[in-house]
């Protein structure tokens, strides 16, 4: 009897010694291998993927549930219906993502043969809007195509990415000589950029301008090119704020002169609380509101028309007044994994108009988002750029979702990204196959 044992108690011996080296959730070891698994899905291939993947999709779903809950009553009260700029946008959003999977299955040398066509359609549209276009908050920057009112400096902010990257990647090899890295990525930027400020759009011409410096980097041109091009183009900026009686008063308050707070407001009047300082202060009040948690979605205040532009330029006030603190390091997290999902799609994809235009990308997206988000925070003057893929605007949003989808096709063809996609795919193959198979036999057994 006892030798009959011993086997049984020899196997749960070995299970116990098994279970024992086996890390517990609390060990050292266990916390130790949790941040190796961690750290191996950072280094996949498939990272750049599904950080880039995710962070879209999350900050799209919360600017739909933001816009929603800033605009309905500004909507109410001129449409009668609390969720008309809602619907707009939703409307928007649904033709943007199916756009965004075409552009996806766009392969890579299609990209390229697009990049003339696209920078001419980019070109004529801005020639459009100076000729035919409407003025909205002192910018000439929409055009009216039937019941339909578009932004064409979307569209060319996509232009000159994929038509700089494919110029640049032709070029690769001869950028260390200044005239190829110059002629002609600058002067077709600075056509477009021209063409902007046509329509005095100060905040699209400095994306315009982060976009190329970015491609420029990207593509490896010489330092000295960035140093004289920095200390002309700030030259040029600085003449154009000083043109501009609204753009001076702006950035004085910025700088503190007449700074928008109680004690300089109610000594200069009402004046200037009701002009001015009106967004910033209003701005700064939604965030302090908020404190920690916030005041409850749809709860907040300053969108009861004391906050203009609460959907738009502003929505990011308004992410804090009603989801607190909380919310908006949420929005900057998700900002900083969609810009470390490019910058390592950049590091890994061995193609030169992938790394470019992803630089590109890159530089719009965040470049917009740090301009938008230090204005509502106060760190940077007021310019008037809406925060990307939260913000109302639905050409902004079908644009940058259509530019997405072509990221997300680099991603998926960096090296051992398409072997891993396979994989995936044979593996929930089976795993659907499983579970159906359990089902059936479930229904079975409770047939019987």
């Known amino acids: 009897m006892g030798a009959g044992r011993s086997p049984a108690g020899a196997g749960a011996a070995q299970v116990s010694i098994s279970r024992a080296q086996v890390p517990g959730p609390g060990s050292a070891a266990g916390s130790t291998t949790r941040r190796s698994l961690w750290l191996a899905r950072l280094d996949s291939p498939l990272a750049p993927y599904y950080l880039i993947l995710g962070s879209v999709v999350a900050l799209v779903t919360i600017g739909l549930v933001m816009v929603l809950s800033s605009s309905n009553v500004e909507a109410f009260k001129e449409t009668d219906n609390p969720y008309a700029v809602f619907s707009k946008q939703l409307t928007f959003a649904c033709i943007g993502l199916p756009l965004a999977w075409i552009a996806s299955r766009i392969p890579i040398p299609a990209w390229k043969r697009l990049a003339w066509p696209a920078l001419a359609v980019g070109a004529a549209g801005l020639v459009a809007v100076a000729l035919i276009g409407e003025e909205v908050g002192g910018n000439r920057n929409w055009l009216h195509v039937g019941p339909v009112t578009l932004q064409p400096s979307e569209a060319a902010k996509l232009a000159l990415i994929i038509w700089g990257a494919a110029v640049l990647s032709r070029k690769h090899t001869l950028l260390g000589q200044v005239p190829h890295v ?80 109680f004690e300089s407001v109610t000594a200069a009047g009402a004046g200037d609380y009701y002009a001015t300082c009106w967004q910033p202060i209003h701005s700064r009040w939604a965030l302090a509101t908020g404190g920690w948690w916030g005041v409850g979605l749809g709860n907040g205040r ?31 997290a998700l900002f900083a994994a969609l810009g470390v999902g490019l910058f390592k799609l950049v590091l890994a994809s061995d193609d030169t108009f992938v790394k470019i235009a992803t630089g590109g990308v890159l530089a719009w997206v965040l470049g917009q988002a740090i301009i938008n988000i230090g204005t509502v925070l106060g760190m940077v003057p007021v310019i008037g750029l809406p925060l990307p893929l939260v913000s109302s605007g639905g050409s902004a949003l079908v644009m940058v979702l259509v530019t997405f989808g072509m990221v997300l096709g680099f991603a998926r063809q960096v090296p051992g990204a398409p072997a891993a996609l396979r994989a995936r795919a044979r593996i929930a193959g089976r795993t659907a196959s499983v579970l159906s198979r359990r089902r059936l036999g479930g229904r079975r057994g409770a047939g019987r």
């Open 182 to 261: 110059l002629i002609p990525v600058v002067p077709a930027a600075l056509l477009l950029l021209l063409l902007v400020m046509l329509g005095g759009d100060l905040g699209t011409a400095l994306v315009l301008v982060a976009i190329t410096v970015a491609l420029l980097f990207a593509a490896g041109a010489p330092l000295r090119v960035f140093l004289v091009g920095g200390i002309l183009g700030g030259a040029v900026i600085a003449q154009l704020v000083a043109g501009s009686e609204n753009r001076m008063r702006r950035l004085g308050i910025w700088a503190g002169e007449g700074a928008c707070n």
């Open 302 to 332: 300053e969108k009861w028309l004391w906050l203009p532009a609460a959907h738009n330029d502003y929505i990011f006030a308004v992410i804090g007044e009603e989801l607190g603190l909380m919310g908006t390091l949420t929005v900057l």
